[in-house]
């Protein structure tokens, strides 16, 4: 399984950001894939998930209205919409998945697959 993040970059406070997932090497439709993040020094730290059948996106309190995720099946790829970044929102961005047919968790350990992370900056 090969995850793929792309689309981070730098961003004035109040702009946005579509972050993409290309993952190969699994049945897409059937698993879960999050999306979760690290600041300097912080925790990594779970921002969206989607759930197998894709009908629903899943976010913390924190970030619900800000942020979307959404799946394309044909393109096997998932994608993170960020609005309203704030300075706060700066890190690197990872897309990850669970080796299992499971549902969604928040705990980062729980996922067995990652990508390689996009820095999103957030700064005037």
């Known amino acids: 399984v090969q995850l793929q993040a792309s689309g981070g970059g730098l961003v004035q406070p109040g702009g946005s950001l579509r972050l993409s997932c290309e993952a190969s090497g699994l049945r897409f439709s059937t698993h879960v894939m999050a999306w979760f993040r690290q600041a300097p020094g912080k925790e990594r730290e779970w921002v969206a998930g989607?759930?197998?059948?894709?009908?629903?996106?899943y976010y913390p309190y924190s970030l619900k209205g800000r942020v979307t995720i959404s799946r394309d099946i044909a393109k096997n790829t998932v994608y993170l919409q960020m609005n309203s970044l704030k300075p706060e929102d700066t890190g690197v961005y990872y897309c990850?998945?669970?080796?299992?047919?499971?549902?969604?968790?928040?705990?980062?350990?729980?996922?067995?697959?990652w990508g390689q992370g996009t820095l999103v900056t957030v700064s005037s």
């Open positions: 989607i759930n197998w059948d894709g009908d629903n996106g």
């Open positions: 990850a998945t669970r080796a299992v047919v499971t549902g969604l968790s928040l705990d980062a350990y729980d996922y067995d697959f």
